[in-house]
């Protein structure tokens, strides 16, 4: 495929996705953490320190915290802002017109790479610009230099979207890692990256950092400092403020550089590799065996049910249509109904062993000896297990092509409140093991946070749902957040596990009530505005 026309394949698709909702919400966040890498002097948090040390806010110092942040933010959040180019084109069915065309399977992939590489990077111009004026704005240094400024962007932060945005491509591909486990796989796999390739000795430098601390311990040295604290790259809370020092930039070797173009290289080959398996959405080289069914039309006068087909780890095939046929209205207990509907509808598909998961995790609550033991372990074991569950909340209308038919229904709050009990029976018989230890230990503190946390995860699932219209958006929340509270992280502790003298050691519950509320408020009028809008 001549190059011409490969760029302007990327770069219509990069239009296309850079207009939807996704992306401005990655976008802002990645202003914020702008904002967040380089606070105020007297703030009670630190991106990046050495010891008891942090650089003066000049042109080298500002411009690497910030690119590091980027590039590690960029390489979580941005993953699931770019991983549905292939789905979309298969949900749209322009993939089926692909593959009548002449482009090849490699021409296709390293277009959608490229796609996915250039909205990255403008969110990493966005925040290079952030950098210029969070500099100006702190006014340690008003001497600008845009090489010291922006070059971390392109040798640190450059190589880990690309390889973010390649990684993104190799998951669409393979049937398993699409799904929502391939979602929380990435987060995983980007924690052990994240922690272990700031080390010394490691190919091509890792993450790059390595390098960038030594270079920071040498002008230490050289400023008659001491440079024996260790180097610290993520969110840090401080007791005092940082000693400062003057950290004249970093200066790459020719190995170093080298280092980086071959992590560059390495993303390429990572985007095409699919080429390997990848059908490019033509039943013509599916694998032998293997029919492609095809569609008959409805008999006059009969109405043609439609069958969701549930994907990811609960696929449980397509659904069987007496199974739809068989409901009919009845008069009465309209809201149960209405819930008893939505439950089978949120755990439609959902497999044996995932079933068989959550029993041992309920019996394991049941049987803890100790209440510790029950809030700083199994309850958040417990509430991870349902993720992908709770992830379908707010979506599933959207996906499945009914958003409009149901928007005609007049009950918009009863229909959104049926949706919210379902997830919040899930929640609640997800840790019903904990829920039973601490009533009988009469814990009114930990039941208080329990109650609050199963009301909290379902609204955020529905609010994110609902907003981005993609079960994406709450795995990258949720997971994150949750792995927070697991690791003992007072950032936002919504299920009690941190406790402090018996009480939860950080947010009140009466704060998580507040913040479901406001999220339940929140769907309920993101739903209205749109169905007023269709109207």
């Not at 199994?378 to 092509?401: D, F």
């Not at 219209?469 to 299920?495: C, E, I, K």
């Amino acid at each position: 495929m001549p190059l011409p026309m490969l760029t302007a394949l990327a770069v219509a698709d990069f239009r296309d996705r850079a207009r939807r909702p996704a992306y401005l919400v990655v976008l802002a966040a990645a202003v914020a953490l702008g904002y967040a890498a380089v606070p105020e002097p007297d703030a009670q948090w630190m991106i990046m320190q050495v010891g008891d040390h942090r650089g003066i806010y000049n042109s080298a110092y500002v411009g690497m915290v910030t690119a590091l942040a980027g590039g590690l933010w960029l390489s979580l959040g941005g993953f699931y802002t770019v991983r549905n180019s292939i789905e979309r084109d298969r949900r749209t069915r322009v993939g089926p017109l692909l593959a009548a065309t002449p482009l090849r399977t490699s021409a296709y992939l390293a277009g959608k790479f490229l796609s996915n590489l250039m909205l990255l990077a403008s969110m990493l111009g966005v925040l290079a610009v952030t950098a210029l004026v969070m500099q100006l704005a702190r006014g340690e240094s008003r001497e600008v230099d845009l090489y010291a400024l922006w070059q971390p962007f392109v040798l640190i932060a450059l190589p880990l979207v690309a390889l973010t945005a390649a990684f993104a491509l190799l998951f669409e591909s393979v049937p398993v890692l699409r799904t929502g486990v391939g979602n929380i796989l990435w987060f995983c796999a980007w924690l052990v990256v994240c922690t272990a390739g700031q080390g010394p000795g490691l190919p091509l430098d890792g993450l790059g950092v390595h390098s960038v601390a030594r270079s920071m311990y040498t002008d230490m040295v050289a400023q008659h400092l001491d440079a024996t604290g260790a180097f610290s790259l993520g969110l840090t809370y401080l007791d005092r403020p940082l000693s400062l020092f003057t950290w004249h930039g970093f200066t790459p070797t020719a190995d170093y550089v080298c280092g980086r173009v071959t992590l560059l290289l390495t993303a390429a080959v990572v985007a095409v590799l699919p080429m390997l398996w990848f059908r490019r959405f033509d039943p013509a080289r599916s694998r032998p065996g293997r029919s492609v069914p095809v569609a008959q039309a409805p008999a006059p006068g009969v109405v043609q049910p439609v069958l969701l087909d549930e994907v990811g780890p609960y696929a449980g095939g397509p659904r069987p249509a007496a199974g739809v046929l068989r409901t009919r209205p009845e008069p009465g207990a309209v809201a149960l109904r209405l819930w008893a509907g939505e439950v089978r509808i949120l755990l439609q598909g959902v497999r044996w062993w995932w079933w068989l998961g959550a029993a041992l995790l309920m019996a394991a609550g049941l049987t803890a000896t100790t209440l510790h033991g029950v809030t700083r372990v199994l309850l958040p074991l417990a509430w991870i297990w349902p993720v992908l569950i709770w992830s379908r909340l707010g979506t599933q209308r959207h996906e499945h092509g009914v958003e409009g038919m149901l928007g005609a229904y007049p009950a918009v709050r009863r229909r959104v409140l049926a949706e919210w009990a379902a997830g919040l029976t899930v929640t609640a018989v997800a840790g019903l093991g904990p829920l039973v230890r601490l009533l009988v230990a009469a814990d009114r503190p930990g039941l208080a946070a329990w109650a609050g946390g199963a009301l909290f995860i379902p609204s955020l699932a529905l609010a994110l749902g609902t907003l981005s219209r993609t079960q994406r958006l709450f795995q990258a929340v949720y997971v994150p957040l949750w792995y927070s509270v697991a690791n003992g992280l007072p950032v936002f502790d919504f299920m009690g596990a941190l406790r402090s003298g018996g009480e939860p050691a950080a947010a009140q519950p009466s704060m998580t009530y507040v913040a479901s509320a406001a999220l339940l408020a929140l769907v309920v009028l993101t739903v209205v505005l749109r169905r007023a809008r269709r109207d």
